[in-house]
Every structure is written in C-alpha cells, then in structure tokens.
C-alpha cells in the first residue's frame, strides 16, 4: 500500500467517535495518577501522548511510581527498578529487592461481593461474599499444603471459567505455586502437548462443562488426559489429581478473614503463570511469567487506561485457555466484582449483551469477533450500556465501530476500547484510555510505558504505513523464560532474532499522526478463527494421520472480519470424498477443538514448499487475499502455486451461497 493510499484510508477511519466529558476525565484514576506525577516531577503534561512519552523516556521512575501509588504490597526496597548486566534486552531483572504476593495483593482489596458466575443463559451457579471468597480460598489453601505443595511447583487445570478456578488459582499461588490452564473446549491431544511440557505435580480438574445449551461429562476426557501425563512424566514426578468440583463441595459456604489465610511472598520476578503459545511450528511453547510483572502490568491497565473501581460490574467472555482469564482475574485488586461466564456467547435468543444488561455491567469485554457477529446477523439489543467495552482477539473492524455506535451505543456515551497485545506478555503494548479520544478502526494509543514503534524491513521507523510492531524498551511482563529453554535460545528466536536488542512482536500495525494504532493481523503464519489464535502444526499433526492423507497445507482467510481456516489435502491415491471430509473435521475437534475445524477443504495435487523444506503458507495465504505471490526463489516448487490461485474466487462463492 503506497503512503497515499494510507493517508486516504486513515481520514476515512479517523472519524472521532467517543471522548470522555472533563468532569468524567478528572474523575478518572488516570488523572489522579497523573497529577501526582506532575506534583512530584514539577512538570505538566498536556496531553496523553505526553504522558505517555515520559513514561518511556523514564520508564525506571515510571514503574517505580507505579508500584508506591497503586499501593500495591510487598517487602523489601523498590529503590532499584531494573538491573541488566548483560547488553541482551531479555537478561534484565526488575525490582531485584522486593518480594511480593499476586493473591494477597488481590484479596486484600476486595469488594463486599466480589465474585458471581454463571453459565450461559444467564444461570448463576455461585455468588461469593467478601467472607466466602476469602473462606474458599482457605479451604483450598490448607488442603494444598496438607498434600505437600511447595513453592514453585506447577499445577495444571483442566477447567472452565468459572468460580473453581479463580478460587483455585488463588489458593495455588498463596502458596507460591505455579499455574497453568487449559478450557474444556481443548481435545485431549491439545491438553496433553501443552501440560506434558508443564510437568505438574498436581493436575487439577473439572467434571462437566457447558456450551450451546448443552452439559458435557467431562470424566472421560479427564481420566485419558491423567493416564497418558501419568505415562509421560518423569519418575521423579508423582502427580496427584483432584477434582475441584468435589473440594468446592466442602468449600462453599465457609468463612474467613484475609488475616486468617497466610501468604507467601516470592521475588518480584518468580514464577506466577504457564500460558502457551499456539504451537504454529510444533507444539506450543511453554511461555513462563513473573509474579510482579504481571500484577504491575495488569494494574497499569485495569487502573489507569480502563479506569475500574471498587464495586465496578466487570466481566470479560473468556476461558481460562485465553490470557483474558488471568487479565480479568487481576480485576479484584481493583475491588471489581467479577462476572464469570461459562459457555457460547449466543444460544438461541440469549446472547452476551443479555448478560451484560440482567447483571447491570458496567465494563465488559468480548471478542471483534462477538461484535462482527451481532453485524451480520443483523442483531439491535437493547440494554443498559456498559461504561466501557473492551474488544480483542482480532483487529475490530471500523465497520464495527460503526455498528456499536450506531445500534448499540448511537448517542456515543459509551467507551469502545479496542486493546491488542497477547500471550505472549499477558498483558497490552496498545489499549484504550480515558483521555484520548476513540477513532473509527483505531486503538486508542499504546500502553503507558510501553515504547511501541513500527518498522519497516530494514528497521525503520514508519507513520502511515503498514509496518512490524516492535518495542524498544524493557518492561516487566516481559515473561521470565520458555520452559526447557535453558539458554534461551528459543526465547530470542521468537522475539529478537528479526530486530536484534528490541522485542519483535509479529502484528503488522499502522501508527496514526494522532498517536492511534491500526492493527492488520499478524505477520506470522498463525490463524485466527473467532479471535483465537490456534496453530497450523496442531492442525497439520491430526489431520497428516488420516492414512488417505499425503500431505496438506493450512491457512487462513478473512472474510466478513473472520478469518476462515481453509484446508488443503494432497491425497495418496483417489479423489477428496465426503466421508473424508466428515472424518478430519470431527478428528479434529475431539483431538485439537472445534475452532481448529476447518472452514473449507480442497484438493490439491502438490503441497508448495520452501527451499529449507517449510511449507508456504504465507505465500499460499497471500494469493487468497488476491495479492501477488512474492520471494518466489525461496521455493522448491514454486510453479505448484499457480494452482491456487483458482480457489480464491471459489471460497468466497461459496460463502457467499451460505
């Protein structure tokens, strides 16, 4: 795209569509934080962005100030903020003289009634006081000790979004465990690539799940997933497995007092979290994050850029394979009251925003994906507006800004906060915030302390044009490490081997002259259905078992703001059939999940290649955009692509026939 084609496309986006009344701005914790800035610093900042430019110009006082005003507790000195000795970006410590606790942190602040959940249709199934949230949570607390966890031991869960694992997690970490998660939705392979890796001493689980108004057992799921980790792991491992439904029996109803539970405060940099990335190149890596990087950074985003405060209505549609569950999770040390769900975001007539409006919501979040969604079908709810709602998982589109201005929210008093980050630092490089304003198919502005850029091939720095979105500085929920990476050398690879000393993320953005971000998918080969982002090696390996299947090849293709998983299989012998068909697509979502199911399957007769053996997904992804193929000298075979040039118009003629 040429610059003049870019400066076109941002004056059609840049159409203001919200912005905070003076009396709401002031009001807000943004402005109070920024006033104590500017009475410590004898300095004044005028604007967001100015703001916003000290924050990573100073970004050691930054993060200090950070940590005193939010009144996060913890021991120790934060006279020193950030320690690097070595010239890598990723070797550096923060706050080397402190030691803190996540869920202290939380439960110490909670409101009177700090946790409701639900399954869809709006069906509570647990409503958690003060007392008994704080009562739960020393059931759970004294039962893991009495089994023997210990600091830095990892525990795996198998569990929806619901109150078992919060109240779990919680328990864990007090304790100084290490948490990982994964949602029913996952096939047992899926579960199984990613908690091998964890290596748990205690694997954790639930016994039923609930989508599209439907109850699924879980227990033989359950019990192949504790047999075949019980075969995998190391002898010197002896796992021990409990459902959290059975002990939340016991649980529920019980009482305490925070003084009651005991906390154990671990380094600023201990583990806390085990997210997973989406396995696009083999099984997912294991990505490990710091217990006070992630409370620091998520209390910058909660505080500051989404303004939440105590007794604030807040739920995010989530599941606890996504790190919007631990994102909403660190929502109680805002004294919200968390709204969890568990189920498909539309049954029948039922669909989120009947959620959002029975439970009078008032920061909600969802996916771009919901928000397309409720577009084509056309959907005018009526309901209680929320003070602010938050959009992620995919680029939302400006169409859809659009919508939720003009059927949603058409007198514009509501914040649409579009925010973008990942997995991969649990947390946000760009987010909405109260003082600036919010533009058709633009993020508002990137994070505080968050020193974004976007560059061109050679490292340059672009505005207006579509470039890789990098950040220059450290910042504290940088994860810690991979797991089975002792020398970091996947750790680099992944996010500093294409600009070497600055983190790469992989998301091609647009950076506006007004300080906004465009974001266009990921730079990557990773696919995106509704939102999640799923890897094309998780597909590859069910789909490559099929004994008609010789070779295939995966990609994605957006279509109406969704992108669509497209397959194509090279067969053995014969012609693709529909029994073929119907037997990867349910392969696939009992073995990976149902987003991995693909949306289109075609028959080739060659699988394109790369020199170094790489199959050419880009390139094959690229020409279904209807753009030209390009570095056609990398590939062994690159006459093969001409072939699939046809099947662009016969995907969209087909979806257009749906």
């Not at 070797?91 to 996540?102: D, E």
């Not at 989120?352 to 009078?360: I, R, T």
Request: aromatic letters at 12%; proline letters at 4%; hydrophobic letters at 40%.
């Amino acid at each position: 795209m040429t610059q003049k084609q870019n400066t076109v496309h941002n004056t059609v986006q840049n159409t203001v569509l919200w912005e905070a009344s003076g009396e709401y701005l002031e009001a807000s914790l943004l402005w109070g934080f920024k006033k104590h800035l500017e009475a410590k610093y004898s300095t004044q900042f005028k604007s967001y962005s100015e703001l916003q430019k000290w924050s990573v110009d100073e970004f050691q006082s930054f993060w200090r100030e950070l940590l005193g005003w939010s009144g996060i507790q913890y021991s120790g000195s934060s006279d020193l903020v950030y320690k690097n000795d070595s010239s890598k970006f990723y070797t550096g410590v923060w706050f080397p003289g402190l030691s803190l606790s996540y869920s202290e942190n939380l439960l110490s602040r909670l409101s009177e009634v700090p946790l409701r959940a639900f399954y869809e249709k709006n069906e509570l199934i647990a409503e958690l006081t003060k007392d008994e949230l704080l009562g739960a949570v020393l059931y759970f607390q004294v039962f893991f000790k009495q089994e023997g966890l210990q600091e830095g031991d990892h525990v795996a869960a198998f569990v929806g979004n619901n109150h078992l694992a919060l109240v779990a997690m919680l328990a864990v970490n007090s304790l100084g465990g290490v948490w990982a998660s994964c949602s029913p939705d996952f096939g047992e392979q899926g579960v199984l690539d990613r908690f091998i890796q964890v290596e748990p001493k205690f694997f954790l689980y639930d016994t039923q799940s609930v989508y599209g108004g439907k109850r699924f057992d879980l227990s033989e799921k359950v019990k192949n997933i504790q047999t075949a980790l019980s075969e995998k792991l190391s002898s010197k491992i002896k796992m021990q497995s409990f459902s959290l439904r059975d002990l939340w029996e016991k649980a529920k109803g019980q009482k305490a007092k925070l003084t009651d539970l005991s906390f154990k405060r671990v380094s600023f940099s201990a583990p806390l979290y085990i997210l997973f990335s989406s396995g696009t190149t083999g099984v997912p890596k294991c990505i490990v994050h710091a217990t006070g990087g992630v409370l620091l950074q998520h209390v910058k985003e909660l505080l500051l850029h989404s303004n939440i405060q105590k007794g604030e209505r807040f739920s995010y549609y989530t599941t606890t394979g996504w790190m919007m569950w631990n994102w909403m999770l660190s929502g109680l040390f805002a004294g919200a009251e968390l709204y969890t769900l568990e189920g498909s975001p539309m049954v029948g007539d039922w669909s989120l925003w009947d959620f959002v409006n029975e439970n009078k919501i008032t920061a909600f979040g969802t996916s771009a994906r919901f928000i397309a969604a409720c577009r084509s079908k056309g959907m005018t709810p009526k309901i209680k507006l929320p003070r602010i709602t938050f959009s992620t998982g995919s680029p939302l589109l400006p169409e859809d800004f659009d919508y939720y201005y003009s059927v949603i929210d058409p007198e514009k008093k509501s914040q649409l906060a579009s925010i973008s980050g990942g997995t991969d630092i649990v947390s946000c490089f760009m987010l909405g915030n109260p003082w600036s304003p919010v533009r058709r198919g633009e993020i508002q502005a990137a994070g505080l302390g968050m020193n974004i850029d976007s560059l061109d091939a050679h490292g340059k720095s672009l505005r207006g044009e579509d470039g890789e979105l990098v950040c220059k500085t450290p910042f504290p929920s940088m994860p810690v490490g991979f797991l089975n990476d002792p020398e970091n050398r996947r750790y680099e690879d992944a996010y500093f081997s294409r600009f070497p000393g600055i983190w790469h993320h992989g998301d091609f953005i647009t950076l506006t002259q007004e300080g906004g971000v465009q974001i266009h998918g990921r730079s990557d080969a990773t696919l995106n259905p509704g939102g999640v982002r799923i890897g094309t090696a998780e597909i590859y390996r069910v789909v490559e078992l099929e004994p008609e299947v010789a070779d295939s090849l995966v990609v994605g293709k957006v279509i109406d703001g969704d992108e669509k998983v497209v397959l194509f299989l090279k067969l053995k012998q014969g012609t693709l059939s529909d029994d073929l068909k119907l037997r990867i697509k349910k392969d696939l979502k009992t073995k990976a999940s149902p987003r991995h199911v693909p949306d289109f399957i075609f028959e080739v007769a060659e699988i394109p290649y790369t020199l170094s053996g790489k199959k050419v997904e880009i390139a094959v992804k690229r020409l279904l955009k209807g753009e030209a193929s390009q570095n056609l000298e990398a590939l062994q075979n690159p006459l093969v692509l001409k072939s699939f040039e046809k099947f662009k118009a016969l995907i969209e003629a087909r979806n257009e026939s749906k």
